[in-house]
């Protein structure tokens, strides 16, 4: 399945957006990659297994399931966590952009690429797509209302 969408982080036009620079927005995303448990309901622990400059490896432990990801970034651009489908996961990739189409404009722009299906067939697939999709949606909302709890008042304790 692939599913992109936009989360506005500025708009000059709206002012009940309190905006974020590009590296406020930029810690937060660090955040979710070094302390995902914030972003991340059901998610209990997570171990750093190694390190290498734009590259983190991380191990995820969801309760009895456990899934493995890589993670990696380039600076102000984009964040990838990617990860192998096994049995108790379906793998796939999410890449998170930095879209500043004007100076004062900021978006993140969302791509998710995963071995589930596009949802192209009727029936009970495309409505479990559908659910897929908004499930993803609300997931990366939270994850902007994070960075802007984090800009606000720095990283939770």
């Excluded at 992109?4 to 660090?30: A, C, D, F, K, T």
């Excluded at 290498?52 to 969801?62: A, M, N, S, T, W």
């Excluded at 009970?124 to 984090?150: F, M, N, P």
Aim: one cysteine or more; charged letters at 25%.
């Amino acid at each position: 399945m692939y599913f992109e969408h936009l989360i506005e982080i500025n708009n000059p036009l709206n002012p009940l957006i309190e905006p974020l620079s590009v590296e406020q927005v930029w810690q937060g995303l660090m955040y979710r990659v070094e302390e995902p448990t914030v972003f991340l309901p059901g998610l209990e622990r997570c171990t750093i297994l190694s390190r290498q400059g734009d590259r983190v490896e991380r191990e995820l432990h969801f309760g009895p399931a456990s899934v493995r990801d890589t993670v990696t970034f380039r600076y102000l651009e984009w964040v990838c966590f990617e990860s192998l489908a096994t049995s108790e996961h379906a793998g796939g990739r999410l890449t998170i952009r930095f879209d500043q189409p004007a100076a004062e404009h900021l978006y993140l722009r969302f791509t998710y690429e995963t071995t589930l299906p596009d949802g192209m067939e009727a029936g009970e697939g495309v409505q479990v797509s559908e659910y897929v999709k908004a499930a993803y949606r609300e997931s990366d909302l939270d994850t902007v209302r994070i960075i802007r709890l984090i800009a606000a008042n720095g990283r939770p304790q």
